[in-house]
Structure formats: C-alpha cells, structure tokens
C-alpha cells in the first residue's frame, strides 16, 4: 500500500520560512521515473502546482514561486521536504504531497493546513 | 487566473451525462498528457483519468477522457449523487517546465 503524509507547523509567522516534510511508504524514490510533488490550494480555492523531484534529483519548481522554494529528498528516510521562503498571509494554504508516476499524481497526501499570521 | 481553463460549475440531473472542458495551449495540453483529479468536498484530490483517457484501477467506465488539440475533456455518465465533487485538469506545461492545473469546476448532480 502507497501512502504519504504530509508534517510540518499549523502557523508561521510572517516572513518566517516554512518547512514541510512529505513521508512516504510503500515506494521508493530510487526507482526510475517516480517523483514526489508538492501542490497547495488556498481555502476555497484551486490547487497550485509548486515543486516536484525526480528519482535521479531532478527539481522543478513553480515560475511564480521559483524564488522562494526548495524542494529535496532523502531516499534513506523516505522523506520529501519543501521549504518556503518569506511567507505571507496570501500563503495560507493546505499543502498536499502526492507521488508522480505515469504522467499524474497517483497517490496524494491527507494534506496540512498551514496559517500564516502574526 | 489558471493557466489551463475550466468552467467554474456544471450541473446534471441524477443518471443524465456531463462533460467538463479544459483548454490550453501547445506547451501543455497539446503536447503533453492530461490527467483528471476528483476532489470531494473536505477531502484531497484523488485522479480519476491519466495519460488522457485512462482509468485507473477502481474507477468506474462511468468515467471517460479525450483530448483533442489544445483542449481535454471530462466525461461523466450515469450521474450519481455520489460525483459531486469539485473537479481539475493537470499537465505538464514545457515552456514553463513545471505543472500547471485549471482552476477546477464545481459538479452539481441536481
């Protein structure tokens, strides 16, 4: 069974860095052509695709947000973590992590509610 | 906005068909796979067709994709009350080299 789950704080202050870590099991991250990816939907909004690695490394990263991420992985740990640069209140978001595989986001996180305000 | 567009609602009586439309461009939709995602309300995403047209595993035929040029489409027949749900289109869009999502469209089964 394929699952992940996402950790991380409930709320960040703003201009504080955000970090979140994606846990997985049931897979991983060394076999050829899967990738972890991040996504975030503000409350009562569309999802936003913001970062995904590869197996072999590769990142890519949202355009608009490039400046602010960073998104990583530790195979040993089954851990995908996204870091997120100068909050703001307009980041207030769930934050899904869900596994690439065939060209889609075949399995996603529960997802977290993060809060950011002073 | 989105870079892929959807329509905000769409709306069908119980066992009747509905189709969801998404539209883009050449750098995603018109040379890159489309996937379909299900949302119910309160809960995450949950894909319902890959690679265009394919249904994964657990999913009922019920459901189906195409796509044709720059734009994808959704279908549901034999609407249950049980799809209503909040539902987005994804690619891959390689001039940005990220994923991009449309901006979702609310299914009421009236």
């Known amino acids: 069974q394929i699952t992940l789950k996402e950790s991380g704080p409930t709320l960040v202050r703003p201009t504080q860095t955000l970090t979140l870590t994606c846990t997985f099991s049931g897979f991983s991250l060394r076999t050829s052509g899967l990738g972890v990816g991040w996504i975030r939907q503000p409350p009562g909004k569309a999802l936003e695709w913001l970062a995904l690695?590869?197996?072999?490394?590769?990142?890519y990263y949202s355009p608009s947000l490039k400046s602010r991420l960073t998104i990583t992985k530790d195979t040993s740990k089954n851990h995908v973590v996204l870091t997120m640069t100068n909050t703001d209140p307009v980041d207030t978001a769930t934050f899904y992590c869900?596994?690439?595989?065939?060209?889609?986001?075949?399995?996603w996180g529960q997802g977290t509610m993060v809060t950011v305000s002073s | 906005q989105s870079v892929l567009t959807q329509p905000p609602s769409v709306s069908a009586a119980p066992g009747q068909r509905v189709t969801i439309s998404c539209s883009g461009s050449?750098?995603?939709?018109?040379?890159?796979?489309v996937s379909w995602y299900q949302q119910l309300p309160g809960t995450a995403p949950k894909f319902v067709i890959y690679?265009?047209?394919k249904r994964p595993s657990g999913i009922p035929d019920r459901f189906s994709g195409s796509k044709s040029g720059t734009s994808a489409t959704l279908g549901i027949t034999g609407l249950q009350t049980g799809d209503e749900a909040d539902y987005y289109c994804g690619a891959w869009d390689s001039s940005l080299s990220a994923g991009v999502f449309g901006g979702g469209t609310k299914l009421t089964v009236l």
């Open positions: 690679e265009d047209n």
């Open positions: 050449t750098s995603n939709i018109g040379n890159n796979f």
């Open positions: 690695i590869y197996w072999d490394d590769d990142k």
């Open positions: 869900a596994r690439q595989a065939r060209n889609t986001f075949d399995v």
